[in-house]
């Protein structure tokens, strides 16, 4: 009955829409996406009772027991509730009996086969959610396990839990779970410090919305900005929290970040976490280890149509991302994949639409055009250095997110995100992307479900690059260039970058650049100028395309090179600047785990300048244009 009354509190919040057009509800496709999820799931449970592991989800690539993996409590919980069906009792239950076996005598949970323990916050919310729907079918033994176990974990978190000890989003889940939590075990202490968690990240807003602390630590504060995480997990943790303490400032701040973010979600629901410190695990559809947008869309849904548009939108890319009920990591994972996925991003999904289902907005409701969607809409984020653009045909971010990780901290796993004026995303109308990012060098990041890559991967992110006695330099490691981005009269736009080609520790090598963008109804140009001052490289521009199998790439004359795909063709054409042009080299170093995904490489080089003292230019130009035939 406490679990019922969270649901109604929430709904009466929630306004009805009004009607329109085209109208969908949200609940119920959430519902119909997590059955399959949850069906998938309950394959890869142990069943056996005299196995050690008995109720435990075995992860499908890697054969382990991750602890994270229990969050499916919840979602078999829902699924339970809403079908009836006592198969996923049985799993809910034989599940959370498995994960109190895990826990640590301080209330944590280590994340296995690591040893960090933050997550605790996410196991807590899928165990004090699940524990009301359950509680009537537990034994007279597992009723008091569960209570201990539920109390023990908030503890720690009360205890634990700060910026000081774990990145923002963290921060922004344990007062969710710390209220939820009090709703069936009521505790004064777990009410204060949810309160105190979420005026802490709201201090960590800035002045676009973006929450600084998904990076590295330097001394004990976390900076670093992740866009991707806070609309998967970070905004809607606070979101709920406040609506189940009616916490009014957190829920105004909350929803106004929210909106900002909404520029990130392009029309055909990619959410755009390319430019992120955590893009090293940036699938296109969201992070893949957290947990989605639904549940935060459609707590925002009833009040701004636009929410529930991004929600769907972002829950119908995430479909294609699925085989056999199993989510992969990228948009090409199950072509190039012969092992099955890691099961992360199907429980973290699955536990997202299972609080979508419960929580958010269940209503049939309209469709309202996002932000990407409408012809001229134009954003620029100062505090990042990061634009968006649309014109009739296209959609394009483009960033020069300046975020330094002081102290190249876990191997440099942070300070690979795309910069320097690169285009990050460009999506073609009636196609869908026709360039995206990567990591600039694939980093191990998280050992527990990233791939060990013995072979150098090339970077999916078009960039300006040279090697020089072994040290690498390109625009992509530029952090203190200045940037514009600019709306022009005739309805294009336009953004510039200024900056040094410089190596990972951000250290420039003698050759400054100017890269230039102009966002047109039909096409992209792209002007690159280079300005040698102590070094005289031959530079390759790099402009990697999304590959789909069956592309033909040709050059059709010295500056021309035409490229088709099945539904699309497109013409690179060379309007300025002498370059030779290389197609398809070492095109099978063109991949990446994240996102999963395949690139054609063009090469566009340019030769050395001669440096003969007494006639000298030192500054070089190239002007290029992507154009849709």
């Known amino acids: 009955m406490k679990h019922k009354s969270i649901a109604l509190a929430l709904l009466l919040i929630i306004p009805l829409a009004v009607s329109a057009q085209d109208r969908i509800n949200l609940a119920r496709e959430c519902q119909a996406t997590l059955r399959v999820l949850g069906d998938a799931l309950l394959k890869t449970q142990v069943t056996d009772a005299t196995d050690s592991s008995y109720g435990a989800l075995r992860c499908p690539e890697s054969g382990l027991f991750h602890t994270r993996a229990a969050e499916a409590v919840y979602p078999f919980a829902v699924l339970f509730k809403q079908t009836k069906d006592r198969r996923y009792l049985k799993a809910a239950i034989d599940l959370g009996n498995w994960l109190i076996r895990q826990q640590e005598p301080g209330g944590e949970w280590k994340e296995t086969p690591w040893v960090w323990t933050g997550t605790t916050a996410d196991q807590l919310l899928m165990m004090s959610l699940a524990y009301p729907i359950l509680e009537p079918s537990l034994s007279g033994a597992e009723r008091p396990s569960w209570k201990k176990s539920i109390e023990a974990a908030a503890g720690f978190l009360v205890k634990t839990m700060s910026p000081d000890f774990a990145t923002i989003n963290y921060c922004g889940t344990t007062p969710a779970c710390l209220m939820t939590t009090n709703v069936i075990f009521p505790n004064p202490a777990y009410v204060r410090k949810a309160r105190e968690l979420s005026r802490m990240v709201l201090s960590k807003i800035n002045d676009d919305g973006f929450i600084e602390g998904e990076a590295a630590r330097v001394g004990n504060v976390k900076y670093g900005v992740d866009p991707g995480y806070e609309m998967d997990m970070t905004l809607w943790g606070l979101m709920l929290y406040a609506r189940l303490n009616n916490d009014a400032v957190v829920e105004k701040a909350i929803r106004k970040a929210a909106d900002s973010h909404l520029n990130l979600v392009f029309p055909n629901g990619i959410i755009d976490g390319s430019w992120g410190t955590r893009c090293y695990k940036w699938t296109t559809y969201g992070s893949k280890t957290a947990d989605g947008t639904q549940i935060l869309f459609s707590l925002l849904a009833g009040q701004d149509a636009r929410f529930r548009t991004a929600a769907w939108r972002n829950l119908e890319y995430l479909r294609t991302m699925m085989k056999n009920g199993l989510i992969g990591s990228g948009p090409q994972f199950f072509e190039m994949s012969k092992e099955p996925p890691c099961n992360y991003p199907t429980f ?12 958010g907005d269940k209503f049939d409701g309209p469709l309202a055009p996002l932000p990407s969607e409408q012809v001229g809409n134009f954003r620029f984020y100062p505090t990042v250095n990061v634009g968006y653009a649309r014109t009739e045909n296209l959609y394009v971010s483009i960033s020069g997110y300046q975020y330094v990780d002081l102290l190249n901290w876990g191997q440099g796993r942070y300070s690979q995100f795309p910069s320097g004026g690169s285009a990050c995303n460009i999506w073609v ?39 020089d006695s072994g040290r690498y330099y390109t625009n992509l490691y530029e952090r203190s260039g200045i940037m514009s981005f600019q709306k022009k009269r005739d309805g294009s736009f336009s953004s510039a970058y200024a900056g040094e080609l410089k190596n990972e520790k951000h250290l420039p090598g003698g050759v400054g650049y100017k890269l230039n963008h102009r966002i047109e109804k039909a096409s992209v140009q792209k002007s690159v100028e280079l300005r040698y001052h102590d070094a005289s490289p031959e530079i390759a521009i790099v402009e990697p395309l999304v590959y789909e199998e069956g592309m033909q790439v040709s050059q059709v004359d010295p500056n021309t090179v035409r490229i088709r795909y099945s539904k699309k063709e497109f013409l690179l054409k060379i309007e300025r600047g002498n370059v030779r042009i290389e197609l398809g080299r ?5 991949w990446q785990p994240f996102p999963t995904m395949r690139c054609y490489p063009i090469v566009l080089r340019v030769d050395a300048p001669k440096r003969a003292f007494e006639n000298e230019n030192f500054r070089q130009k190239v002007v290029y244009r992507f154009v849709i035939k």
């Not at 070492?586 to 063109?590: A, G, H, P, Q, S």
């Open 348 to 359: 973290a999904r699955a536990k997202n639409l299972a609080l979508a289902t419960e929580f």
């Open 429 to 467: 109308k009636g196609f869908g992307l026709l360039q995206t990012s990567s990591p600039t060098r694939y980093v191990r990041g998280e050992v527990i479900h990233m791939p060990d890559i013995i072979d150098t991967i090339r970077c999916f992110t078009p960039r300006i690059e040279y090697t």
């Open 586 to 590: 070492e095109m099978e170093r063109y």
